[in-house]
């Protein structure tokens, strides 16, 4: 058995390292995502901290609406009062159904990029990279087929993590001991089980979160249109021009005490609600900010439910976790320079791996 796993996890290798190390290596990168933009998009991406005051929600939208006229508010992440980020907001051409990124300035309301197309900016650019390998959309293909790729390489990392600390289970007594001084071949086999055993934790758990999310949202765009329906044209506005957002997020912070908006989700189909998102109280730093929402309807402001992540089960804590798990953003720095080692070390793996491969079917070659 442990010789055909073996089998199996060389021949897996093989077959998924291309993509496999541009996800790994892109998702390296974009741990950063936030100190690069601040450092490429200065001018867009993050503000000089001020005492002045947020504009008002209802009136910020009101300037968006005029700067932005051939657009929809799509959805609209918001930061608190005195934060350096300007605020993201993702708009909808009228007309179709294509979204774009737009960065706001919540001081003065002025928008200040033309809306980009998902991928215009070079981290925004690399997480498409990462997520789809950029096969999404392609015509006469599956419209998914990025995303199904990424959760197919999802399940060869997880397959690979779990083989490699069966087939390498007894490495572990000796894990950072190197025989530097044998041949070439048992010199990469060591560096292989050391760096493979080494990173497989954060790996599996890399594989587990990026496979969750990568299969969710392919599973809710087929539940959604696999009768054949289309995405819908955005054609209209599906909210009341009266609607007073302002009370919405103040009322959703009294539906959960001590309650932290960060996202608004503007109806961009029919029958859709207008929403807060946001992060509940809590002392564990793995939960997101967006696990707690508040519902309303979007022409009236009535509200209709909330869902407080507090008051859930451990199953919905687990799943909320998965964001901050995946992209390394629960420990500060640190965590972040691990997970971005981490996302390196398959390239070592790569090497050493095919070096060993190789070796090993030439020497099969000779004897036969």
């Not at 009294?254 to 989700?265: A, M, N, V």
């Not at 407080?308 to 799943?319: D, V």
């Not at 953003?329 to 965590?335: Q, S």
Request: proline share 5%.
């Amino acid at each position: 058995m442990r010789k055909t796993l073996h089998k199996w996890h060389g021949w897996a290798g093989i077959i998924f390292m291309v993509p496999f190390l541009v996800v790994c290596l892109t998702g390296s990168i974009i741990v950063f995502k936030k100190e690069i933009d601040a450092w490429l998009l200065s001018d867009l991406a993050y503000m000089e901290p001020t005492d002045q005051p947020r504009l008002p929600l209802t009136e910020l939208t009101a300037q968006i609406n005029a700067q932005l006229p051939n657009y929809e508010i799509g959805s609209w992440e918001i930061f608190p009062q005195g934060h350096d980020e300007s605020d993201r907001i993702f708009v909808i051409e009228r007309g179709t159904d294509a979204w774009s990124k737009s960065y706001l300035n919540p001081y003065t309301g002025e928008v200040l990029s033309e809306p980009a197309e998902p991928g215009h900016y070079l981290t925004d650019w690399l997480v498409e990279l990462h997520y789809t390998l950029l096969l999404n959309d392609i015509k006469g293909l599956d419209e998914h087929l990025g995303l199904i790729i990424s959760f197919i390489l999802a399940l060869f990392l997880v397959f690979m993590g779990i083989s490699g600390l069966i087939i390498y289970r007894r490495f572990w007594a000796r894990l950072f001991t190197l025989r530097w001084n044998q041949q070439m071949l048992m010199v990469f086999s060591d560096l292989h089980k050391m760096f493979g055993t080494f990173a497989s934790p954060i790996l599996l758990i890399l594989g587990i979160t990026g496979g969750y999310y990568s299969g969710l949202i392919y599973y809710e765009e087929w539940q959604e249109h696999s009768a054949g329906a289309e995405h819908h044209i955005m054609d209209e506005r599906l909210y009341s021009d009266d609607l007073n957002i302002d009370a919405l997020v103040i009322d959703s912070q009294q539906r959960i005490e001590g309650f932290k908006p960060t996202y608004l989700l503007f109806p961009f189909e029919p029958e859709l609600p207008f929403t807060v998102f946001g992060r509940a109280p809590t002392e564990n730093p793995l939960l997101s900010n967006y696990g707690s929402v508040s519902n309303y309807d979007p022409h009236t402001g009535e509200y209709l439910n909330t869902y407080n992540l507090n008051e859930q089960g451990s199953g919905a804590k687990t799943l909320d976790s998965f964001r901050r798990l995946h992209f390394g953003t629960w420990g500060g720095m640190t965590v972040k320079v691990i997970w971005s080692i981490v996302g390196v070390i398959p390239l070592l793996l790569a090497i050493t791996g095919t070096y060993l491969w190789y070796q090993r079917r030439n020497k099969r070659a000779r004897k036969k």
